[in-house]
C-alpha cells in the first residue's frame, strides 16, 4: 500500500495511506472471500488511490498554485536516482497502468494482477507489452 501511495500521492502519501486504511476498515463487512485478502484488500488501495488523485488534481484546478509547488514537476532534477526516474516515469501513465507497474514490482503473479485490474490475461499482457514500449520511447527522450 505504501509504493501506491508514494506513486499516487507523492509528499502526501501519508494522507492517502490513511484514507486507503480506512476503506478497508469499512469495507471489511463486504468481503466475500470470492478472492484472496490480499487480493482484496490491494483492489481497494488502487481504487482509493485512484479516487483520491481525481479529487486532488480537481482541487488543484480549483486553486491558484501555491510557491511550494515550484520544482515539483517530473524530470527537471538531473542528478536523479533510479526511484525518482522510475517515479517520473509512473507519473507519464494513466492509472491502469501506474497500477499495473506497480503490481509487477510487486512480484504479483499475472492471475492475481489480472483479477485486481478486472481484465484478461491475453489483455492483461498486451498492456504490459505496450508499457514497456512506451519505457523505451521514454529513455530514449521520445516521449
Known amino acids: 500500500m505504501v509504493a501506491i501511495a508514494r506513486s499516487y500521492a507523492g509528499c502526501d502519501a501519508d494522507d492517502l495511506i490513511q484514507d486507503i486504511l480506512l476503506q478497508v476498515w469499512r469495507s471489511l463487512g463486504s468481503f466475500k472471500k470470492l478472492s484472496s485478502i490480499d487480493t482484496w484488500c490491494y483492489r481497494i488501495a488502487l481504487n482509493t488511490a485512484i479516487?483520491?488523485?481525481r479529487s486532488a488534481e480537481r482541487r488543484k484546478q480549483r486553486l491558484p498554485p501555491a510557491e511550494s509547488?515550484?520544482?515539483?514537476?517530473?524530470?527537471?532534477d538531473d542528478g536523479?536516482?533510479?526511484?525518482?526516474?522510475?517515479l517520473q516515469f509512473l507519473h507519464t501513465l494513466s492509472d491502469t497502468d501506474r497500477a499495473l507497474v506497480?503490481?509487477?514490482?510487486?512480484d504479483m503473479s499475472g492471475t492475481e494482477m489480472a483479477a485486481i485490474l478486472g481484465v484478461g490475461d491475453?489483455?492483461?499482457r498486451v498492456r504490459m507489452h505496450r508499457i514497456k514500449q512506451r519505457l523505451a520511447?521514454?529513455?530514449a527522450g521520445d516521449l
Not at 80 to 86: H, I, K
Not at 102 to 106: A, D, P, R, V
Request: include cysteine; proline fraction near 3%.
Open 137 to 139: 520511447k521514454w529513455e
Open 122 to 124: 491475453g489483455a492483461l
Open 51 to 53: 479516487s483520491w488523485r
Open 69 to 76: 509547488d515550484v520544482g515539483l514537476v517530473p524530470g527537471t
Open 102 to 106: 506497480l503490481m509487477y514490482l510487486e
Open 80 to 86: 536523479c536516482d533510479s526511484s525518482e526516474l522510475l
